[in-house]
């Protein structure tokens, strides 16, 4: 029976089905790559604001420290040393804040505040797919307040370095240093939280997003694959039923043919023959088989003409309604190519 599997796509619908099948698993893909890069992205920025805030609170008691004791070293050195990292961060947000984003500088900045290199990419990338929602403009508003909060943490200890210039600035000026550079630090923190907070909203919308395409795009898939199989697995079934009627039809029409049918190969192999039997008008049933075969030795021995005498040459199935040739003695059938009778006998009777 013939094989029906490379038929399936033969029908415009069938393409179509498993067309449609395979963008929609494209894009389950697709989606299920941007959530991984978002929740990279997402841990990147709870890395950052974790980094900003401990580096402003060292900084923050390390220019206490050096408010009450005058020394530079090593309190003033650790003070501008923790306020490394928030500079570095605030290159990030001017940097992707540009009407063109500076990837290569925001990337540069963020591996210099000591964040590690797997979650930069994604933190520039959902930063800036992201930009025009909501939780995204909150988060950058809070940034840029931090931000000038650390400008005037910055100045408040350039201002304490240059009182000690002349020697001790006394208990009352220090005592007002002291409480500004607390309320400084004060607001800092209430802006590190709202940028925490902002941030854990985001994720969860995020989330909430991605979940809900993750779900309607893998029930399409699985109504697509159910629905598309079933049609494509009809049409094979329908296929498969109409070429077993036209084996039963080939069938019948060779078991009912009004004349003796025989199959044969050129290596004289019989693959069938019809059941009639022949009448006196008809050749012998002998005869017939030997007429056959004689058909198929001419053929063999066209096909062989410039071989050796006892080459063998692979056949083929030839059918033979009419006498032929029939072999003189000594012949042994197909295995051979041998002599032939030109007049094959006729049956008595």
């Keep these: 029976m013939t094989n029906t599997r490379g038929h399936v796509l033969s029908t415009p619908l069938n393409r179509g089905i498993v067309a449609s099948f395979v963008v929609l698993v494209i894009a389950l893909l697709t989606l299920s790559l941007l959530g991984i890069g978002v929740l ?14 401990k580096s402003e609170k060292q900084a923050a008691a390390a220019l206490q420290a050096y408010m009450w004791t005058g020394q530079e070293d090593p309190f003033l050195r650790d003070f501008e040393t923790h306020l490394e990292v928030p500079f570095q961060l605030r290159r990030v947000r001017e940097a992707l804040d540009e009407p063109q984003p500076d990837r290569a500088a925001a990337r540069e900045a963020l591996l210099a505040s000591g964040l590690p290199a ?3 990419g994604p933190m520039i990338s959902t930063f800036l797919r992201f930009r025009w929602m909501d939780f995204v403009e909150r988060a950058a508003e809070s ?9 005037e943490l910055a100045a408040l200890g350039e201002e304490a370095r240059n009182a000690w210039i002349g020697g001790w600035p006394g208990d009352e000026y220090l005592d007002d240093l002291s409480d500004r550079a607390g309320e400084i630090d004060a607001h800092l923190t ?6 925490s907070v902002t941030l854990t909203e985001g994720a969860l919308q995020l989330e909430q997003w991605l979940a809900g395409l993750l779900l309607s795009v893998s029930a399409l898939v699985l109504v697509a694959g159910a629905g598309g199989g079933a049609v494509i697995f009809r049409e094979m079934e329908g296929r498969k039923q109409a070429l077993e009627a036209s084996e039963r039809r080939y069938r019948l029409l060779f078991e009912q043919s009004t004349m003796p049918v025989f199959l044969a190969t050129t290596r004289g192999s019989r693959c069938a023959a019809t059941s009639r039997r022949p009448t006196s008008s008809d050749w012998r049933r002998r005869e017939m088989w030997w007429a056959a075969l004689s058909r198929t030795s001419s053929l063999t021995r066209r096909r062989g003409r410039g071989r050796s005498a006892n080459s063998r040459t ?5 059918t033979s309604r009419s006498p032929g040739r029939r072999p003189t003695a000594g012949t042994s059938g197909c295995s051979a190519p041998g002599r032939w009778s030109r007049t094959p006998t006729r049956a008595s009777g």
Excluded: K, T
């Design 118 to 120: 797997e979650v930069v």
């Design 40 to 53: 990279r992205g997402m841990r990147g920025f709870v890395l950052q604001e974790a980094l900003w805030s």
């Design 143 to 151: 940034w840029a307040a931090a931000d000038e909060g650390v400008e």
């Design 190 to 195: 209430e802006y590190a939280d709202a940028f």
């Design 314 to 318: 692979p056949g083929r199935c030839v």
